[in-house]
């Protein structure tokens, strides 16, 4: 049988994995950081009636560029952003995978701080771009001191920052991502997949766009807006890097269809987004009880929490397993991440953990 050290791909690429996490079928799924409340009945009968306008003209190319989305996804964002300011695709993974290809690539050097989202180097890797993992402080965070002694050192073409940060739950203070665009030569890319479920008084990077050409605002519709499936992600950015990525997006990328369901979605993101208080909530939840049963927990401004185990997490992640509980073994040594589901969810998961945890 074939494998795929029989087939002549990339050197660089020999020995990887794929990403991904385990798909299975248990009672309660807290794993990706998925929204666990399912599309409101308003909202389905909105993006059904959305898509079906578009089904008639499906031998049609779509709008290449998106206006129509671009424009709705500016008015959401605010901070006088416009249509030109705003990029979408295929998940925010398709947006930074078109900003890698743009500013990155063969010869270039992209920089994150681990531990963080997982995607980021196996993006710089299929795009030909040398990956290098920085760490973050030992409580998960980072000064300003430490980002800008890792760029002066590494002189990276592009810097991955995210604020709230994937696996850790951290947000950043704007003081990093200002003394980041002050050192950086090349592009920095804001991450803010979890975003919306930031405590209040977190700041977005946002409002750092004006006269920062070089900074990116990356976001999702995959988590607060419950709209995973839909598969859409955006940036926000000076109009010329919109422009910029454009040069290497593939024709038509955005379907008619997809383009039409995220119209709904965002027009009516008043219930989808209806959700994102009864989440934090019981993010909030989970950091408390934990806490008070004496585990270590790393504070949270996203929809997930991580937490130690007080040994190999690979055990704890199979005993939750057992008990009908699926979470993320992210490979960070002594540490899981659990996604804030529902009350119910999330009460199975504090039963589980009160057993597996003691």
């Known amino acids: ?60 190319y779509p709008d290449r560029d998106a206006i129509a989305l671009r424009t709705e996804l500016a008015g959401y964002l605010g901070h006088d952003l416009t249509t030109a300011n705003v990029w979408a695709a295929n998940g925010s993974n ?131 807006f419950g709209f995973a499936g839909g598969r859409l992600g955006y940036l926000a950015a000076d109009p010329a890097v919109v422009d910029a990525v454009q040069l290497v997006r593939l024709p038509y990328h955005l379907s008619a269809i997809s383009q039409a369901a995220a119209r709904a979605a965002v027009v009516h993101r008043a219930s989808l987004l209806k959700t994102v208080e009864a989440i934090k909530e019981q993010r909030d939840r989970i950091v408390d009880v934990l806490r008070a049963r004496g585990v270590r927990v790393a504070d949270s401004d996203a929809n997930f929490v991580l937490f130690a185990t007080g040994g190999d997490q690979r055990v704890a992640w199979q005993a939750f397993l057992d008990r009908g509980v699926l979470i993320r073994d992210v490979g960070l040594a002594g540490w899981l991440r659990v996604t804030a589901g529902t009350e119910s969810e999330t009460s199975a998961f504090l039963d589980a953990a009160e057993e597996i945890l003691s």
């Open 94 to 224: 398709e947006v930074q995978q078109q900003l890698l290809q743009t500013f990155a690539g063969p010869g270039r050097k992209a920089l994150g701080f681990g531990p963080s989202y997982s995607m980021h180097p196996l993006l710089a890797a299929g795009t030909g771009t040398e990956w290098i993992g920085s760490l973050r402080d030992p409580d998960f965070g980072l000064s300003p001191d430490r980002a800008v002694s890792e760029i002066e050192q590494h002189d990276p073409d592009l810097v991955f920052l995210c604020s709230p940060n994937n696996p850790t739950g951290t947000a950043l203070d704007p003081a990093v991502i200002d003394a980041v665009l002050g050192t950086a030569r090349g592009m920095v890319i804001v991450d803010e997949a979890y975003t919306e479920f930031a405590r209040p008084g977190t700041p977005s990077a946002l409002t750092l766009l004006p006269g920062h050409p070089r900074l990116v605002v990356s976001r999702t519709m995959s988590k607060a």
């Open 1 to 60: 049988m074939t494998t795929i050290d029989d087939l002549p791909i990339r050197d660089d690429l020999r020995g990887k994995s794929p990403y991904g996490a385990p798909q299975l079928d248990v009672p309660v799924r807290l794993n990706t950081n998925e929204n666990s409340y399912p599309v409101p009945d308003d909202v389905v009968e909105a993006i059904g009636k959305a898509v079906q306008a578009e089904l008639r003209d499906l031998n049609r």
